[in-house]
Each structure stands twice: as structure tokens, then as C-alpha cells.
């Protein structure tokens, strides 16, 4: 027998995006298929220990460390206009060096150094994807959130927008992704170039421009609406895409565009830290997170003041905070004996056991709070989190609040409300029951081995094909066909 077939996951620098492929990649490594990672060097350790080989991307200029160092600067930036000119300079010269590191063939050169088959790539790494396209490597997008083109049906998943039944509905959605668009040309666009905005190498998934830049510079045909279209965080390709989620959770309504939908992606195996908890204690457990990019959001010192104010307030409840790096613990006061407060935990370990989470809409942590069946508390941050919250609200799966105006004795009360609603817990068994009857894994596995087929890239593959109701999903890829 030959080498396996290599599979190369190329993932966006953030835990959530690398841990919810781990069950996907643990499926095809059992399918006899060699699993590498590529990316930045901080995730190097996560990946290793799951057992999958990884190859870091240009560490000389984003070593260890980076992404969480700029993380915790990214609430320290220097203050004065000379000293936010200097530090303007060294970022924007970072951000050339990577940019000519994607462009002069050394990407290339790490995909093939792989012997990569087929690239599974984040759709927010559409750099990645760009390179590999023009190095003749068959690629898929992978999505980490319900990201959709402008429609009429689905709002856009960065709002907190909900469609209703009204004759009026399509025409607020389509004003909300006009408006996203034009604000987008400002926040995003403008402000690149202005302020230097996004020009990071971990954050240029925002970047119109660049993305032009290197598409050209790829040989890749950048035509909007055929090629490539524009997405809620920035620029999309047409890919045939995974979608890390289950079509379930969306708005009803939902149009059909080539996605496939892997809604039992949770990976119940992922090596995590041990649990310091007392398996004999009865009194319920308040999980409270507002996952590992906490220090982005402006309101989580209210929101981690509120948990330790809410531990004092019911000492009868134990709480579990997880602050995440960079944050002052000793700010937030002497932890009553109920209250732990930790920078890493172990959270599947924590929600098999916890009663009610506290979360900020983070995807990975509301779908493994569905998975394990714990009601939820959720306070949206950033991103797509009001888009999550919004869609958990309408399943009737969680209570949902604002950061920006939570007090201890409004978080107080609605725990409360969501360990005593027993709909609550209806809502998240029938949301389990309809993932699993979707079958999102084994669908998934037989479209990536019918891509490894179509393209060639080997001797026939072990997992069984492509079923008919599978390329009919997939079907609706001719709206945004791929660009190879």
C-alpha cells in the first residue's frame, strides 16, 4: 500500500475555529487518511495535543505568543499621536512582511511540503485558499458560523435581526445588508487604510482590498457574485462548503447555497485540562465564560464583576468563571468560597455537570451546550454572537441579556429562570433530536471522498460515496460556482 492521503486543515487563529474541526479530522484519520494543521505557531500545542501533526506558517514573524500578546495590547495601545505613529509603522511592516511571505510562493511551498490532497479551509482564510487554488490543490470551505450572501429571508448573522412573518420583513433584511455593506466600507475599508484597522496578520480577513491584491496576484478570476461574493465579516469564495453547524439551529427559510450542514461536529474526545471540582458536591453549577477572546470585548470586566457579585449574592449555587489570558484576576476582588475563578478550564467537563451556562454567543460553546443539553444564560459580545443569541432566543433554547447592562441581580434572576424552565430543556431535546436526524458527518465524509475522486487524487477512497441527497444539497453551488 502507497502513503495516505494527506488532508491539511488551514484554520483561522482562534481555539473555537481549531477545536470544532477536531471531530471531523479524528472521523477521516479513522478513515485512513494523514491529518495535518497549518497555521500560526500559538496553536501548535493545542493541535499537538490531539494527536494531529501541525506545521506552523511563517513563525519567524508570528512566533509563539503572538496572537495572545496582541490580544492583551489590544486594550494597551500606545497613547499620544507620535507614539500611535510608531507603533502604526511596526504593525503595518509586520503586516507587509506576511502579506509578501503569502504572495512569494512560501505558502505554496508549506501546502505542498504536506503533500496535501485536499485542503479543508476556514472560510475566513480565504489567503489560504487562494494560494492553493492557484497551486492546483483541490480545496473546501469550512464555516464555523451561519454566514449567508444579501437575501430577503436571513438577516444577516453579525445583527440580532430576526425575520418575521409580516409582508415587510424581506425588505428590513435586505435594507440590514445594504446598510452592512456601507458600514462596512467605512468600518472596515476606509478605516484600513486611514487608521490601519485589520492590517494584522490574523485579522485580514476584513480586507476587500488585499483580498483583490492576492487574487489577482494568485491567477484566481475575481468576479463578485460568480467568483467570490461578500460576506458578513468580509470577503467570501465560491467554494463548496461545510458548514460546522446544524441547519437546524438557522431561521427557518434559510435559501439553499451549497452548503452541507455537519451539525454533530462536537468532539466529546478533545484532550482537555483535568476538572479540580468535587464530584460529590450537590449544589447546581454556574459555568460562566465569555470564551478565549474575552479582552476583545469592551464590557467583560462589568460581565466578570457581575459573576463575582452574583456568587455572594447565592452562595447556595457554585459558579465556575472562566476569564481567559490577560485578564487581572485580582481586580475582581477575593472569590468567595463558591466562586472559582480560572484562565483555562476543561468545558466539555464542565458542562456535563454544569445546570445553567453563562456565555457571550460564541457558536462552539452554544452548540456544545445543546449537545449536552444545558439551558443557557447568553450575554452576545462581538462578531456573530448576536446572530447566535438571536437564533437561540427564537429556538426558545436560552435567555438572553445585554453585557453592556448586566447586574448581579439580573444575572441572579435569569439563571434562576433558565434552571427552573423545564421548556427550556424541551427545546434543546428537540433541537438534538433534528441534528442528529440530519446526519451531518456521514454526509460530510462521503462529500470530501467524493472530492478527492472528482479531482483525482488517488486510488479510491475508503469511506462509501457520495449519496444523491448529498449532491442535491450541494447542488445549489451553481448560484456561486467554484472558481477552479
Not at 218 to 247: C, D, H, M, N, Q
Not at 319 to 340: C, W
Not at 410 to 436: F, P, T
Request: with cysteine; net charge positive.
Amino acid at each position: 500500500m502507497g502513503a495516505p492521503r494527506t488532508i491539511v486543515f488551514a484554520m483561522l487563529a482562534d481555539t473555537g475555529h481549531y477545536t470544532g474541526t477536531f471531530r471531523l479530522a479524528r472521523r477521516l484519520r479513522a478513515q485512513g487518511f494523514r491529518i495535518v494543521y497549518v497555521g500560526m505557531a500559538d496553536f501548535a500545542d493545542l493541535v499537538r495535543a490531539q494527536g494531529f501533526e501541525f506545521l506552523p506558517f511563517a513563525q519567524d514573524l508570528v512566533p509563539a505568543g503572538y496572537v495572545t500578546a496582541f490580544a492583551a495590547s489590544s486594550r494597551n495601545r500606545p497613547q499620544g499621536l507620535l507614539p500611535r505613529w510608531r507603533q502604526r509603522r511596526t504593525d503595518e511592516a509586520l503586516f507587509a512582511a506576511y502579506v509578501r511571505r503569502i504572495e512569494d510562493g512560501s505558502l505554496d511551498q508549506l501546502l505542498r511540503s504536506c503533500r496535501t490532497d485536499l485542503l479543508i479551509c476556514d472560510t475566513f482564510l480565504w489567503h489560504v485558499a487562494l494560494r492553493a487554488l492557484g497551486a492546483g490543490i483541490p480545496t473546501i470551505g469550512l464555516s464555523v458560523t451561519l454566514t449567508y450572501r444579501r437575501n430577503g429571508r436571513i438577516p444577516p448573522i453579525v445583527t440580532g435581526l430576526r425575520p418575521g412573518p409580516e409582508w415587510w420583513s424581506p425588505l428590513v433584511v435586505r435594507g440590514t445588508w445594504s446598510w452592512l455593506r456601507l458600514k462596512f466600507f467605512f468600518t472596515k475599508r476606509v478605516a484600513s487604510r486611514l487608521l490601519g484597522l485589520y492590517r494584522f496578520p490574523h485579522r485580514m480577513h476584513h480586507l476587500v482590498g488585499v483580498f483583490l491584491r492576492i487574487a489577482r496576484r494568485s491567477g484566481y478570476p475575481a468576479k463578485e457574485g460568480r467568483t467570490w461574493w461578500f460576506g458578513e465579516i468580509g470577503p467570501r469564495l465560491a467554494l463548496s462548503e461545510i458548514v460546522l453547524g446544524p441547519e437546524a439551529f438557522q431561521f427557518p427559510g434559510a435559501p439553499k447555497e451549497g452548503k452541507l450542514y455537519l451539525g454533530d461536529f462536537i468532539d466529546t474526545e478533545r484532550c482537555e485540562e483535568s476538572l479540580d471540582d468535587d464530584p460529590g458536591e450537590d449544589r447546581p453549577l454556574v459555568y460562566c465564560s465569555l470564551g478565549t477572546g474575552a479582552l476583545f470585548y469592551p464590557h467583560a470586566g462589568r460581565f466578570f464583576r457581575a459573576v463575582v457579585a452574583a456568587s455572594r449574592l447565592r452562595p447556595d449555587w457554585r459558579f465556575t468563571l472562566h476569564v481567559g489570558s490577560g485578564t487581572d484576576i485580582a481586580a475582581l476582588g477575593t472569590a468567595p468560597p463558591n466562586l472559582r475563578i480560572r484562565v483555562r478550564v476543561p468545558q466539555l467537563a464542565l458542562l456535563r455537570r454544569a445546570a445553567v451556562m453563562v456565555n457571550h454567543g460564541g457558536f462552539q460553546s452554544v452548540m456544545e451546550c445543546i449537545h449536552f443539553g444545558v439551558p443557557m444564560v447568553i450575554c452576545p459580545g462581538l462578531r456573530d454572537q448576536p446572530g447566535i443569541a438571536a437564533r437561540a432566543a427564537y429556538h426558545g433554547i436560552a435567555y438572553t441579556t445585554s453585557m453592556a447592562g448586566i447586574t448581579p441581580e439580573s444575572l441572579v434572576g435569569l439563571v434562576e429562570r433558565a434552571m427552573r424552565d423545564g421548556a427550556l430543556r424541551d427545546a434543546i431535546a428537540r433541537l438534538q433530536r433534528a441534528i442528529a436526524s440530519e446526519a451531518g458527518m456521514e454526509a460530510a465524509l462521503r462529500f470530501i471522498a467524493s472530492m478527492l475522486r472528482e479531482r483525482g487524487s488517488g486510488s479510491a477512497s475508503p469511506v462509501e460515496p457520495a449519496r444523491a441527497e448529498d449532491r442535491r444539497v450541494l447542488s445549489g453551488m451553481s448560484e456561486t460556482p467554484d472558481a477552479r
